[in-house]
């Protein structure tokens, strides 16, 4: 019923730059905080950033002053702008939202499908 679907992965070097989004579709009644994490291989699953209805943002300490998370509410999508790209930000990219859907009581989190970020020369 709901779905987040993320774009914007994909090869860049060093230094490069790289606009991650994900939209958000279904039988939304609230969307919540909307974030990305990531996953490297043979590592855990890790927050990069987030951001609530609000405004609030926080990030990693390692990705502060080189990655922006931004919302459109009226679009339901998230992005995140990853400037000054290194090649240990190569991983997985995952969205996560949090959606009270249409006749839910409860708000549930939901995950995209992940979109590969390589970082290589």
């Known amino acids: 019923q709901v779905q987040l679907v993320e774009s914007g992965g994909g090869l860049v070097q060093p230094g490069g730059s790289l606009r991650l989004s994900c939209a958000a579709s279904g039988s939304i009644f609230s969307l919540n905080a909307m974030g990305w994490y990531r996953q490297a291989p043979g590592k855990q699953r890790e927050l990069v950033a987030r951001t609530g209805g609000a405004g609030w943002r926080n990030y990693a300490d390692s990705v502060k002053g080189r990655f922006s998370i931004s919302r459109d509410n009226a679009k339901n999508t998230v992005y995140l702008q990853m400037n000054s790209l290194k090649p240990e930000d190569t991983a997985v990219y995952y969205c996560?939202?949090?959606?009270?859907?249409?006749?839910?009581?409860?708000?549930?989190?939901?995950w995209g499908q992940g979109t590969q970020v390589t970082v290589s020369s």
């Open positions: 996560n939202a949090d959606i009270m859907a249409r006749g839910a009581t409860t708000v549930e989190v939901h």
